[in-house]
């Protein structure tokens, strides 16, 4: 069956470093997610992509993080400078546009998993 | 923005005990609510959703409930496995766009004990 894609899997780096992940989403799919999930508490949405374009990023620290679907396929997003409270599990998720109008069946990547020291 | 609030945080139970998971929303607007099972180190699966249209949905062991009015929704999980230890989160969204955001509770720690 088919997934989402995340690399690398495990980010280790010092604050005030850049940092830069990478989601595949499954192919077809034209929505794609940025969560941000601390230990302990549930996902947090950071930025998503309809296509090329963003469609809500209020939550993303604009300051600080960046993220591209250029093509509207696969997806980049950007820590730079990384300061110690970005610790923390990045998920990248993927919907079909062809999904229902009242659901939305999110598929999430198996996340990488930030430590800055 | 909505906001999601789930309880227990944590959830230990015996093997062949039922367990019950609970949320409430804020929004009357979000009109789908899915459920998401996360094992250690892996990706959030869904296992179980609802849309505001239904009371009540079942799939084997699992179902969950519904209650608009009250702004209520649960996870019930009958004949617990050890294999179904886990962190479980709850979402909510307004759907009926293509781009329905799915806001998330903190999450509740099931434990099953064999």
């Known amino acids: 069956e088919a997934e989402v894609a995340q690399s690398p899997r495990y980010k280790i780096t010092e604050k005030s470093q850049a940092v830069a992940f990478w989601c595949d989403p499954i192919s077809g799919h034209a929505t794609l997610y940025w969560y941000r999930q601390i230990l302990g508490q549930g996902p947090e949405l950071l930025v998503q992509f309809q296509d090329e374009s963003v469609v809500d990023d209020s939550q993303l620290p604009k300051d600080r993080f960046s993220a591209e679907r250029l093509k509207g396929v696969d997806s980049t997003l950007k820590i730079q400078p990384a300061e110690l409270g970005d610790s923390a599990m990045y998920l990248c998720?993927?919907?079909?546009?062809?999904?229902?109008?009242?659901?939305?069946?999110?598929?999430f990547g198996a996340g990488t998993r930030l430590s800055v020291l | 923005g909505e906001n999601v609030e789930q309880h227990p945080s944590t959830l230990s139970v015996q093997e062949g005990d039922s367990a019950v998971i609970k949320c409430t929303y804020s929004d009357s607007a979000s009109n789908y609510f899915p459920w998401y099972k996360q094992e250690l180190g892996k990706r959030p699966q869904l296992i179980i959703d609802i849309r505001s249209n239904v009371g009540e949905k079942k799939d084997q062991r699992i179902a969950v409930t519904l209650n608009k009015t009250a702004k209520h929704f649960s996870l019930h999980i009958t004949e617990t496995q050890p294999e179904d230890s886990a962190v479980y989160f709850c979402a909510a969204s307004i759907s009926g766009t293509s781009y329905g955001k799915l806001t998330f509770g903190q999450g509740t720690i099931l434990t099953v004990h064999p």
């Open positions: 998720a993927s919907s079909s546009r062809l999904e229902t109008p009242t659901k939305n069946i999110q598929y």
